[in-house]
């Protein structure tokens, strides 16, 4: 195989049946790394390189309202460089892939007056882009 190991683990599947991923990842369709990436540039508040893993045209929405967050790299800015002026942290739980699609379980924390939630993330990728990002948020009881 040309790809020897997917970081998200996204691939082992196809390793485990001696086939190969490389043409998954060819075509910008494994869903491991720009996800992991994303996560690592939200953990360290990393503006840029958080910026830089999503699309021009990413769409970003809450997934049970359907009310846009966000559209675009400009207007996604914006929102995230206020998020990174507080303490947040995002502890991953848990993570499904599907070929382009990731879905992530996620406990936040340091979000305003000390908040938490509960959240499910889920992210599209497009050409190694994330293009679009729904989330469900809930406060989580302590």
């Known amino acids: 195989c040309a790809v020897l ?3 998200a683990l996204c691939c ?3 390793h485990w049946a001696g086939l190969c991923c490389a043409p998954l990842h060819w075509a910008g369709l494994c869903c491991g790394l720009p996800h992991i990436l994303q996560l690592e540039a939200y953990n360290a508040r990393d503006l840029g390189a958080f910026m830089d893993l999503l699309a021009e045209d990413c769409v970003a929405t809450d997934a049970v309202t359907g009310a846009v ?4 790299k400009a ?3 914006k929102r995230y460089k206020a998020r990174f002026q507080t303490d947040v942290h995002s502890e991953l739980l848990g993570r499904l892939c599907l070929g382009s699609v990731v879905v992530d379980r996620e406990i936040i924390t340091g979000l305003p ?3 938490v939630a509960d959240c499910l993330a889920t992210y599209h990728c497009r ?3 994330i293009h679009k990002m729904e989330f469900v948020w809930q406060p989580r009881k302590q």
């Open 113 to 115: 007056d000390r908040g």
């Open 12 to 14: 082992a599947p196809l």
């Open 5 to 7: 190991s997917c970081p």
């Open 69 to 72: 967050l966000g559209t675009g």
């Open 75 to 77: 207007e996604l800015r």
């Open 127 to 129: 050409n190694g882009k």
